[in-house]
């Protein structure tokens, strides 16, 4: 079984255009008023590009964002220094943080599906203890689900996005794949780039795993953490089983 970190240094030059036609910026307002909320610093599991740490950076919250890919975090640290914000960003494994006893944050953000690239039981167990071991008592432990995975339907080879990056242009031709017993959804993803005459083609999987929100309360609970709120937008919406996103607020016990 693929684990879900791979294919992310090759998906690293093209994240950020396709986030760009996607999800956009809808998440980052919520992801910033709750982060100015808290009092203490704030660690953002899978930062990749920085494209929430730096906006929350900005908004006034000290933020560490911790990743496991090297590109992904070389494209944070240029967005970051664009920006001039502050923030530390840390090559590292989630589910083995590495962060002394004491350095304790106020809250942990796990945004847009980043705990789903944990492909096994394991790894998930792993990261929810590495995260209650970082967290000061009471602190908050944030998780944006993305829900819709189980409902792609598989498809082989469809053109999902083409458009310009840069000075050249960009298609994005894409297979999905659902393993049904042990709920994972493989996207293959081929990013063709034309430059003049010049051409070429990156090829690689990411692989998501499907968990629902009475799943992964069961976790946190026997993790350490009580649930406070679910949510089903970015506004603070009640949840609903149909909702484009699901939020867990937790808070370590």
Same mark, same amino acid.
Do not use: H
């Given at each position: 079984?693929?684990?879900?970190?791979?294919?992310?240094?090759?998906?690293?030059?093209?994240?950020?255009?396709?986030?760009?036609?996607?999800?956009?910026?809808?998440?980052?307002?919520?992801?910033?008023?709750?982060?100015?909320?808290?009092?203490?610093?704030?660690?953002?599991?899978?930062?990749?590009?920085?494209?929430?740490? #730096?906006?929350?950076?900005?908004?006034?919250t000290q933020v560490v964002g911790i990743d496991r890919s090297a590109p992904m975090l070389a494209r944070a640290r240029q967005r970051l220094r664009r920006s001039r914000a502050r923030a530390l960003l840390l090559r590292g494994d989630i589910r083995h943080l590495p962060f002394r006893t004491r350095a304790k944050f106020a809250? #942990?953000?796990?945004?847009?599906?980043?705990?789903?690239?944990?492909?096994?039981?394991?790894?998930?167990? @792993?990261?929810l203890t590495a995260v209650h071991g970082a967290l000061r008592r009471g602190g908050l432990f944030a998780i944006d689900l993305v829900p819709d995975l189980p409902r792609w339907a598989e498809y082989d080879r469809r053109v999902s996005l083409s458009g310009r990056r840069g000075r050249g242009h960009v298609r994005l031709t894409e297979s999905v794949?659902?393993?049904?017993?042990?709920?994972?959804?493989?996207?293959?993803?081929?990013?063709?780039?034309?430059?003049?005459r010049v051409r070429a083609v990156k090829r690689f999987?990411?692989?998501?795993?499907?968990?629902? #929100?009475?799943?992964?309360?069961?976790?946190?609970?026997? @993790?350490?953490?009580?649930?406070?709120?679910v949510l089903g937008d970015y506004d603070g919406g009640p949840f609903d089983a149909r909702a484009d996103v699901w939020i867990i607020l937790a808070r370590k016990r």
């Open positions: 079984m693929a684990e879900g970190w791979q294919g992310w240094d090759d998906y690293a030059p093209f994240y950020d255009w396709e986030n760009a036609q996607t999800l956009a910026r809808r998440d980052v307002p919520f992801w910033q008023r709750l982060a100015a909320a808290q009092e203490g610093r704030v660690l953002e599991l899978g930062c990749g590009t920085g494209r929430l740490t #730096v906006p929350v950076a900005r908004a006034g809250m #942990v953000m796990a945004p847009y599906g980043m705990l789903q690239s944990l492909t096994s039981e394991r790894d998930l167990r @792993a990261t794949r659902q393993d049904r017993k042990k709920g994972l959804t493989i996207f293959d993803q081929e990013y063709e780039e034309r430059r003049g999987s990411l692989t998501f795993r499907t968990i629902s #929100v009475p799943q992964m309360r069961r976790r946190l609970e026997l @993790a350490g953490f009580r649930i406070d709120a």
